[in-house]
């Protein structure tokens, strides 16, 4: 039982360590995905955060290159009730245990991850530490309450690509995937895209590549850009919308994103998801705050107030947008229905939505994937 898992208030679980001989500190989460733990693993929104996965068994399908949504795994560790002793899958390259050691990851097996979830529901996201060395109890109790946390921390600027870059110029990348065994044992992209006739910004707080991948698909030519972007570099591109990326952390501690957006409105489309979408609140003049323990996992119903149409929902965020804090020309357009947040809105005067979850999905269901075809209907329009 060399792996320890300890929160801030002096629970501790221990397990059995596997994948980097490290400690690491972190905001303890759960995500309710039954599968699609390597995309929760590269996921930027993730930075700074200890995930805990709900389903009892994880790794049965291994790690493969073409799954991953980002440039590297962003967790800080990572914890499972049971790690599958047998990786099965075609597609597979390597094990999430070597997987995780190569990127220098601690994990923990075999804690009791349905006791450490009821602890987070009913206390909340709490500072934490993990460890596969020789930590105590104590020592690991101390690490945790030590840590930083996530309120007030600009964790963007640490997962954003440092230089602006076009999504994939060579249409290489963003095929859909048509899931088949070649003769060389390879997946294959058989889908033809449409012509890139719209050509728009994407700001990267953190971008999942499934999300350029979906725009693409949709005929958007991406233009992608550094979180520190002003207004106006991202004007320079002559771009007929802005796209606002997902990302961590707390949105109260972007000034220079909120300012940016603020430049934006009313001069271009603009959609957002995630924390694009809690920017967006900042630059409209509102405020967000953090929720008791966040909404992570494939399964989040939301509700469409003009519709009424419900739909299950990905989604990975701590914060949410006050809609007291929302000016009068804001409306709010989506509500989660578990605990009535805002999870939409849209500007009554200008071409501006947002969406506070991940219609891109990866893993999740595609219940929201029109909201990207509405994107390429405001800007036509």
Same mark, same amino acid.
């Given at each position: ?70 440039? $590297?795994?962003? &967790?800080?560790? +990572? ?98 995937? $048509? ?63 802005? +796209? ?23 001069? &271009? ?113």
């Amino acid at each position: 039982m060399n792996g320890v898992f300890a929160l801030e208030d002096g629970t501790v679980f221990r397990g059995s360590g596997f994948g980097a001989t490290a400690t690491a500190c972190g905001e303890a989460v759960f995500n309710t995905s039954i599968t699609g733990y390597q995309e929760i693993l590269t996921d930027p929104s993730y930075k700074g955060q200890i995930v805990a996965m709900t389903y009892t068994q994880i790794g049965n399908y291994g790690i493969n290159p073409e799954d991953v949504e980002s440039w $590297k795994p962003h &967790v800080a560790g +990572f914890l499972v009730r049971e790690l599958s002793a047998v990786v099965s899958n075609w597609r597979s390259t390597q094990s999430l245990p070597d997987y995780l050691a190569e990127n220098k990851i601690p994990a923990v097996q075999g804690i009791d991850t349905r006791a450490l979830t009821k602890i987070l529901r009913v206390k909340g996201a709490m500072k934490s530490c993990i460890s596969t060395e020789k930590l105590t109890d104590k020592e690991a109790v101390a690490r945790a309450k030590e840590w930083r946390g996530i309120v007030g921390v600009d964790y963007v600027k640490e997962v954003t690509h440092p230089k602006p870059f076009a999504w994939d110029p060579d249409d290489k990348l963003s095929s859909n995937w $048509k899931i088949e065994r070649g003769a060389d044992g390879q997946m294959h992209y058989t889908d033809e895209l449409r012509p890139a006739d719209i050509p728009i910004v994407a700001f990267d707080y953190g971008i999942k590549y499934n999300i350029l991948r979906r725009l693409r698909q949709r005929g958007f030519k991406v233009q992608v850009v550094p979180a520190t972007t002003t207004a106006e570099e991202a004007l320079k591109y002559k771009p007929a919308g802005i +796209f606002l990326s997902n990302g961590p952390g707390d949105p109260d501690a972007l000034p220079y994103a909120h300012a940016a957006v603020r430049g934006l409105l009313g001069k &271009v489309p603009i959609f957002g998801i995630c924390l694009g979408h809690q920017i967006l609140g900042h630059a409209y003049g509102g405020r967000t705050f953090k929720l008791k323990f966040g909404h992570r996992g494939g399964n989040q119903p939301v509700k469409d107030l003009p519709t009424g149409k419900v739909a299950i929902t990905s989604q990975n965020h701590g914060f949410a947008v006050d809609p007291k804090s929302l000016p009068s020309d804001v409306e709010v357009t989506h509500i989660n229905l578990n605990d009535q947040t805002v999870e939409g809105m849209r500007h009554k005067k200008l071409p501006v939505f947002s969406v506070q979850y991940h219609p891109e999905a990866s893993p999740g269901p595609h219940d929201a994937g029109y909201l990207f075809d509405q994107f390429r209907e405001l800007i036509t329009r």
